[in-house]
T-cell receptor, first 116, second 112 residues
Framework: DTAVSQTPKYLVTQMGNDKSIKCEQNLGHDTMYWYKQDSKKFLKIMFSYNNKELIINETVPNRFSPKSPDKAHLNLHINSLELGDSAVYFC???????????????FGEGSWLTVV | KQEVTQIPAALSVPEGENLVLNCSFTDSAIYNLQWFRQDPGKGLTSLLLIQSSQREQTSGRLNASLDKSSGRSTLYIAASQPGDSATYLCAVGVTSGSRLTFGEGTQLTVNP
C-alpha cells in the first residue's frame, strides 16, 4: 500500500498549457505539502495545507494553485506552463503536531514535469 | 532565514570504507533534523530523525549526530556498500510552520 501517491509520474507538455498533478495520502495525516526539486536537485517547499487550509505559501507564481478537497488530497494545478516550470514535484504529508515532536514527513515518488 | 549546506556535493569511495557526510544550518531554532536518501527517479526515504533535544541517532550502519549550538550534523556510514550509492539529503524542521528546509544533497557513489 502506497502511503503518499501522486499522478502522473511523468508529464511532458507544451508551453502555455494548463496541467494538474494529483496527490493522495492514506496515512490519516492532517498536513500535506508540495515541494519542488529543480535541475540542481534542490528541494524547496511550495505550499503546505493543514486540514484543508493553506498554512504555507512560499514565493510561488500565482500560476500555481493548490487545491485540497479534503485532508487526504492535495492537488497542484499549473496554468500557462513555462519552460522554467520543468522540475520534479513532490507531494508529502505529516501529522503536524507529531512532526513537531519527532515524526517524519512522508514523500511521494515525485512527478517529473517537462515543459517543451 | 534558515539555510542548509551540505559538504561535499559529491563523494566517491571504494566499498568497505567508512565515510562522513556533513550538514550545517544557520538558525538553531529547529524542531528536528532529518537525513533522507534519494535514489534516481525515486522519492525520498527517511533514514534518521534527530529531535532538537537529542545528540545522535543510530540505525544499523548509519549514525547521525546533531550539535544544535554550532549548527552542524554529520551522517556516518560504516562499511559502505555499493547499494549505499544515492543522494543523501539533510533537512531541518523549522519552528515557523511544519516544514523542512533542505540542503542540496551529497551524491554518494560506492564503487565495488
Amino acid at each position: 500500500d502506497t502511503a503518499v501517491s501522486q499522478t502522473p509520474k511523468y508529464l511532458v507538455t507544451q508551453m502555455g498549457n494548463d496541467k494538474s498533478i494529483k496527490c493522495e495520502q492514506n496515512l490519516g495525516h492532517d498536513t500535506m505539502y508540495w515541494y519542488k526539486q529543480d535541475s540542481k536537485k534542490f528541494l524547496k517547499i511550495m505550499f503546505s495545507y493543514n486540514n484543508k487550509e493553506l498554512i504555507i505559501n512560499e514565493t510561488v507564481p500565482n500560476r500555481f494553485s493548490p487545491k485540497s478537497p479534503d485532508k487526504a488530497h492535495l492537488n497542484l494545478h499549473i496554468n500557462s506552463l513555462e519552460l522554467g516550470d520543468s522540475a520534479v514535484y513532490f507531494c508529502a504529508s505529516s501529522q503536524e503536531v507529531a512532526f513537531r515532536f519527532g515524526n517524519t514527513i512522508y514523500f511521494g515518488e515525485g512527478s517529473w514535469l517537462t515543459v517543451v | 532565514k534558515q539555510e542548509v549546506t551540505q559538504i561535499p556535493a559529491a563523494l566517491s569511495v571504494p566499498e568497505g570504507e567508512n565515510l562522513v557526510l556533513n550538514c550545517s544550518f544557520t538558525d538553531s531554532a529547529i524542531y528536528n533534523l532529518q537525513w533522507f536518501r534519494q535514489d534516481p527517479g525515486k522519492g525520498l526515504t527517511s533514514l534518521l530523525l534527530i529531535q532538537s533535544s537529542q545528540r545522535e541517532q543510530t540505525s544499523g550502519r548509519l549514525n547521525a549526530s546533531l550539535d544544535k549550538s554550532s549548527g552542524r550534523s554529520t551522517l556516518y556510514i560504516a562499511a559502505s556498500q555499493p547499494g549505499d550509492s544515492a543522494t543523501y539529503l539533510c533537512a531541518v524542521g523549522v519552528t515557523s510552520g511544519s516544514r523542512l528546509t533542505f540542503g542540496e544533497g551529497t551524491q554518494l557513489t560506492v564503487n565495488p
